[in-house]
Structure formats: structure tokens, C-alpha cells
């Protein structure tokens, strides 16, 4: 399958700086991409749906300041955590989507543990 | 979304057959996907099911779909060591927001014991 890769894997961070998590698409290009948030033995959350080239679609309750997404070509989207506090310590995923065919999948990043001190 | 439901827990011993069961809220999902995600790492898609389907084999894992109950299941034969993990349940989101994002039940811890 397709190869998607997260940047940085782990992150340790002082409370009120920000952060910026990157995901690549190796071997496709993705003009949509997702991001999702998952808490310990919890489910995947969806956070925001990145489209290149344009503004991220931020499901409710997910405050599009604070979660900055920017997609700025077919193989990279980014999201950048700022003012970062303790209660936004997580496991970030991201997902590439991806369809040919008629069938549609999404690879999966390994994703990127945030702790904020 | 809704919630996708699933078992939290499956304990068995390695050589038997392992059921997770999943009940899913949307019935017009066109396709319903199981993941595996081993500790600290990310998703990893282990199969899927077109809607239209009611079963489908990939070597050692049959999927089962009833729409009418909106029940999928994922049986995996001849359970081994390495097949310990957290299977997600997931349903395609039609919500036009959302795109083709999922809707991921909480997972079903699978133990396999020697």
C-alpha cells in the first residue's frame, strides 16, 4: 500500500509554544488529507479535512485558530498546534486519501505523540 | 458523528478463531473498513467491505456485513501471537463536510495467549 509519513514522531513541549506537525504522502499525491485526534484507549476524532490548495474544513468543535491546517501542495499538509496547552496533549494521526477505480482508502500515518509540559 | 460500537476486549488462545463484532450507525456508508493499530504506532488498514457486499475473504480474515442490522464483523482464523492489538472498526462519513473521513468505533483490544 501507499506510504504516508509524520513528522515529528514524538514531540515534548513547554505550555504556550507552538508546534507544527507535518504529513507526507510518499509515493501518491493527495489532494485531501485528514487530520485526527486520539486519546488514550479512545477512538479516532476526527479533526479537519486538509484540501489542497485550499482553507481546511474543521469538523465543530475544533477551533480552526488554534489547529492552524495548511496544504500547500499534493504531498504535504501540516498542522500547527499554537499557544499549546497541557489538555491539548495527544496522539495526532494523519490520513491520505486516496481513489482509483471507484474504491477509496486512506493511508494512514504512524502519527506524532504531543505532550505539553 | 454517532458512536460505531464495538466490544472493548477479546481475549483468546493462539491457533483459535477470534470474532470482533462492530455495529455501525450510518446506513448509507459505502464502505466499512477494519484497522489494526499495534502500540504507539498508527493505523494500519487491514480490510474493507463495499456496501453492496455481504462477505468478504482476504486469507486468514473473513468479513461479515448484515446491513439490515447495520452489524459488520471481522473473523480472524487461526488467531497467532502477532495478531494482538487494537482493531478499529470504521464507516465511511457521507456528511458532505467531512468528505470521505471515517467514523472509527473505540476498538476491541485483541489478547492472544500462547
Known amino acids: 500500500g501507499a506510504v504516508v509519513s509524520q513528522h515529528p514522531s514524538r514531540v515534548i513541549c513547554k505550555s504556550g509554544t507552538s508546534v507544527k506537525i507535518e504529513c507526507r504522502s510518499l509515493d501518491f499525491q493527495a489532494t485531501t488529507m485528514f487530520w485526527y485526534r486520539q486519546f488514550p484507549k479512545q477512538s479516532l476524532m476526527l479533526m479537519a479535512t486538509s484540501n489542497e490548495g485550499s482553507k481546511a474544513t474543521y469538523e465543530q468543535g475544533v477551533e480552526k485558530d488554534k489547529f492552524l491546517i495548511n496544504h500547500a501542495s499534493l504531498t504535504l499538509s501540516t498542522l500547527t498546534v499554537t499557544s499549546a496547552h497541557p489538555e491539548d496533549s495527544s496522539f495526532y494521526i494523519c490520513?491520505?486519501?486516496?481513489?482509483?477505480?471507484?474504491?477509496?482508502?486512506?493511508?494512514f500515518g504512524p502519527g506524532t505523540r504531543l505532550t505539553v509540559l | 458523528g454517532e458512536d460505531v460500537e464495538q466490544s472493548l476486549f477479546l481475549s483468546v488462545r493462539e491457533g483459535d478463531s477470534s470474532v470482533i463484532n462492530c455495529t455501525y450507525t450510518d446506513s448509507s456508508s459505502t464502505y466499512l473498513y477494519w484497522y489494526k493499530q499495534e502500540p504507539g504506532a498508527g493505523l494500519q488498514l487491514l480490510t474493507y467491505i463495499f456496501s453492496n457486499m455481504d462477505m468478504k475473504q482476504d486469507q486468514r480474515l473473513t468479513v461479515l456485513l448484515n446491513k439490515k442490522d447495520k452489524h459488520l464483523s471481522l473473523r480472524i482464523a487461526d488467531t497467532q501471537t502477532g495478531d494482538s492489538a487494537i482493531y478499529f472498526c470504521?464507516?465511511?462519513?457521507?456528511?458532505?463536510?467531512?468528505?470521505?473521513?471515517?467514523?472509527f468505533g473505540k476498538g476491541t483490544s485483541l489478547l492472544v495467549t500462547p
Open positions: 470504521a464507516e465511511s462519513l457521507t456528511n458532505s463536510n467531512s468528505g470521505y473521513a471515517l467514523n
Open positions: 490520513s491520505a486519501f486516496w481513489t482509483s477505480g471507484g474504491i477509496n482508502e486512506q493511508f
